[in-house]
């Protein structure tokens, strides 16, 4: 078994990329015999084992969960949580190494706990075991938390499932069928009265211990930072619960039906990016699950819920729907950790987010740009050059005075290859958001490139010396960071492009975004607009 995590060790977790020694996945052919013995051999109900383990961790029998919890139903190694190893094992006389590596041997610990503590609940005897209403108080001992709020959510999720029913889950073989359960008397939370976000199901506070207590107003906020809590939903509301956790974010979000608990408030500081400057400029959203299983824990409901959520706290603080500021753990400067991982889906996420801002629909952007011989200022212009979008292939030939432009791209980060015979190709990265984006490439004369797009692949994606960020914002009056913004009026000939120019002696591609200090002329950028409008129309 691991040691217990130090403080400095779990402040760094974030819900915990810090963890025990990942284990080779045992074999999950047999488990629902494993289920069937167990439930047998100690006569609890088999379906409240199920959903035990399935609130636990959705039947994946190699779950390791961020406090240090293991296998189907998430035994700890240290006290503080949910049931330890040590604890199943003194009350199933099974040894600790069985339980942390084998299924059935955990399938059996687990019924095992679940008949000790439904005899202490109900005088020394087991509860018929079709009567799933009288195990309420045995499931209890799983909840991990000593708070009754807690311990009555988590019943009451697990309820829940035995309602509900679980499918057939095809690499585990197990289910749950619906019951039809009286559930008027299980515990239901009050209506929030602290939550930020009017969504909010319900306010558990998180331990103090766990995040600064701040009076910050929108000013201070300006990100959304979206997170993977590495467990269970429930875990992870009694992990932040506990004082010895030292990690906090302000909401968590469940993947079945995308539930949304609040826990620190939007004005208080959680700690949650692994970065103090950070943590105190944003918001942070965790989401129940793990980062390598994302077909099973990010569903639509929580996409759907967790962007509904975002839209709220962005347009509450004035956050733009924007990449640059609704990031994820791993793209915080320094980040350790890789949550939420490549199978989160920021496209339909962003899309999501951009329709509950009342966008109505996906978020769009244009880029536009001119292809010049060394310098993109005052080189000459290259006509019929081959541009193309490399995440889409979408290929275009600059026109007769060497623009070329794109429209409707969903807004997101893109990379513009450009190629013409007798030069060598030239590259221009932007993240585009919404409206026009400016982004120009020069080209060097040298032994020639094949051309890209859908016809000839996409070439060398890398960006060399003058281009990408190095000819970025070529001044701060005029237009925003991604140049979608009108600029005003340059000091430079009429018709060239906006940017920064590219120096002459060290010239090997460029790209620009519009500022007030280079620009089109007002003009020139109407003309382009107008041209642009007939195109789409077309």
Request: with cysteine; glycine share 14%.
């Amino acid at each position: 078994m691991s040691k217990a995590l130090g403080p400095l060790s779990v402040s760094l977790l974030c819900l915990g990329l810090v963890g025990s020694v990942a284990q080779a996945a045992p074999p999950t052919d047999d488990l629902p015999r494993a289920f069937a013995d167990a439930a047998a051999e100690h006569g609890v109900p088999e379906s409240v084992l199920l959903a035990l383990a399935w609130e636990a961790s959705h039947w994946r029998v190699d779950a390791a969960s961020a406090w240090g919890g293991h296998g189907l139903f998430d035994l700890r190694d240290e006290p503080g949580g949910g049931p330890t190893i040590e604890w199943v094992s003194r009350v199933s006389g099974l040894g600790p190494a069985d339980l942390l590596h084998s299924p059935r041997a955990s399938v059996r610990g687990a019924a095992a706990l679940l008949a000790q503590a439904a005899r202490a609940s109900n005088g020394g005897v087991l509860p018929p075991v079709d009567d799933l209403m009288a195990w309420d108080a045995a499931m209890t001992a799983f909840s991990g938390s000593d708070d009754p709020r807690i311990q009555g959510m988590y019943v009451r999720f697990l309820y829940e499932a035995l309602t509900e029913g679980v499918p057939l889950d095809a690499e585990t073989g197990l289910s749950i069928i619906g019951e039809d359960l009286p559930l008027d008397w299980v515990s239901v939370p009050p209506p929030p009265t602290a939550c930020d976000y009017a969504g909010c199901y319900q306010f558990i506070a998180a331990s103090s211990a766990n995040y600064s207590n701040y009076s910050r107003t929108a000013a201070d906020i300006g990100y959304v930072v979206v997170h993977t809590t590495q467990g269970s939903y429930s875990g992870t509301i009694s992990w932040f619960q506990n004082s010895s956790a030292s990690v906090s974010a302000h909401y968590v979000v469940r993947s079945s039906d995308g539930q949304v608990t609040q826990m620190v408030l939007e004005e208080d500081v959680g700690w949650h990016a692994g970065s103090w400057s950070y943590n105190l400029a944003s918001v942070g959203i965790e989401h129940e699950g793990w980062v390598d299983e994302p077909e099973v824990w990010y569903t639509d409901a929580m996409y759907t819920s967790s962007a509904a959520l975002t839209a709220d706290i962005c347009a509450r603080n004035g956050i733009s729907l924007d990449r640059a500021y609704i990031i994820g753990h791993v793209e915080v400067p320094g980040a350790t950790h890789t949550d939420p991982g490549t199978g989160w889906d920021w496209s339909y996420y962003m899309d999501l987010i951009n329709t509950a801002s009342g966008g109505g629909g996906s978020a769009t952007a244009d880029v536009i740009g001119v292809v010049a011989d060394t310098d993109i200022y005052s080189g000459a212009r290259i006509v019929g050059a081959s541009v193309w979008v490399e995440e889409t292939g979408e290929t275009v030939a600059t026109d007769a005075d060497g623009y070329y432009h794109f429209y409707d791209l969903p807004a997101g980060a893109y990379t513009i290859h450009a190629c013409a015979d007798g030069y060598d190709e030239g590259t221009c990265t932007k993240d585009l958001t919404s409206g026009e984006t400016w982004c120009s490439i020069a080209l060097v004369p040298g032994t020639g490139c094949s051309g890209g797009g859908e016809d000839g692949g996409g070439g060398d994606t890398g960006t060399t010396d003058g281009g990408g960020d190095d000819t970025a914002v070529a001044g701060d009056a005029g237009g925003g960071d991604d140049g979608s913004e009108e600029p005003g009026t340059p000091d430079i000939p009429a018709g060239s492009p906006p940017g920064q120019a590219v120096p002459m002696d060290d010239v090997k591609g460029g790209c620009a975004a519009v500022g007030d200090a280079a620009g089109p002329s007002a003009a020139l950028l109407a003309g382009l607009l107008a041209l642009g409008r007939r195109r789409r129309r077309g």
